[in-house]
């Protein structure tokens, strides 16, 4: 079944370590164009989710946003600054001596003083966090193409519909086009009756009526066009139930579908044919319209 080129997926994670966030959305486009926004120490997942996201989406201007943020202490190792320590510790009780002071000197007053303690932010496996976002972006990734297709469902349902009215359209055409021939030769006939009639005269050209109507039927002919019309729309029809990408298909097809009927058009002067023509085209730029926001 065919599916939107706009759709729009999420997931949110907490583990032990850091909370995920994913989302996905995209709008129509021709190709497949990606962008993403992803926190600064963590750029090269965007080449990564570029990849990834191709495997299930293959046209659309694909937007990513992805948001980390580590759990408080997770991501840092605090180091004792042992040199300054033992600075410290020197300096206090060598003061004590010559201050003829008790040494009451404790661990925890040691901890208090300046640059005992050295906060250094851990080298995180890349490999390991692509891992954890791929995972959240799966689920993102299914949701998305799950809502796109929802509203191919939508869209399928409403060009099956417009293409049964074409086809009706066309059944109606191929049914009056052979009535506009006859009328031309009754017109032909009676005008040259009328005309020879006032010159007193009854020697109707019956062979000369039949090759005008013939070089008539000729120019009106519509069966090759009707014929390709109702073939397209058997190759939309099939091509709308895929569940390969389509959209590029449907283009090309909608426009060989509008040069046949703009062709049916010109050549049939049948002001109820005419008219069907009209409506067959409205209904084809209607299809237009939505094979735009096809995959």
Not at 179 to 199: G, M, T
Not at 201 to 219: C, G, L, M, P, Y
């Amino acid at each position: 079944m065919i599916k939107s080129m706009t759709g729009f997926g999420r997931e949110h994670i907490v583990n032990e370590k850091r909370e995920i966030i994913v989302e996905i959305r995209s709008v129509n486009h021709r190709y497949y164009e990606f962008t993403s926004r992803t926190p600064r120490a963590y750029g090269y997942l965007d080449e990564k989710l570029k990849g990834f996201l191709k495997s299930g989406i293959s046209r659309g201007k694909v937007e990513a946003s992805v948001s980390i943020y580590n759990l408080e202490g997770t991501d840092a190792e605090i180091e004792l600054n042992l040199p300054v320590a033992k600075g410290y510790v020197n300096a206090l009780r060598s003061a004590a001596d010559e201050l003829s002071m008790t040494d009451d000197l404790a661990l925890s007053s040691v901890a208090r003083l300046p640059d005992v303690f050295t906060v250094v932010k851990k080298t995180e496996d890349e490999e390991v966090i692509w891992n954890e976002v791929k995972a959240v972006a799966q689920t993102a990734l299914d949701r998305f193409v799950e809502m796109r297709s929802v509203e191919g469902v939508k869209m399928y349902e409403d060009i099956s519909s417009r293409l049964d009215t074409i086809e009706k359209a066309v059944s109606f055409i191929e049914q009056e086009a052979p009535k506009s021939v006859q009328a031309y030769h009754d017109r032909l006939y009676n005008k040259i009756k009328e005309s020879l009639e006032a010159l007193g005269r009854n020697d109707v050209d019956e062979q000369r009526i039949v090759t005008e109507v013939a070089v008539f039927s000729d120019k009106v002919a519509v069966d090759e066009e009707t014929v390709r019309l109702r073939s397209h729309i058997a190759q939309f029809r099939e091509l709308i139930k895929s569940e390969e990408p389509v959209g590029r298909k449907l283009d090309f097809l909608i426009q060989e579908m509008n040069r046949e009927i703009n062709t049916t058009g010109s050549k049939c002067n049948d002001i109820e044919i005419t008219r069907t023509v009209v409506e067959v085209k409205a209904e084809i730029e209607k299809i237009r319209e939505q094979i735009q926001n096809i995959e």
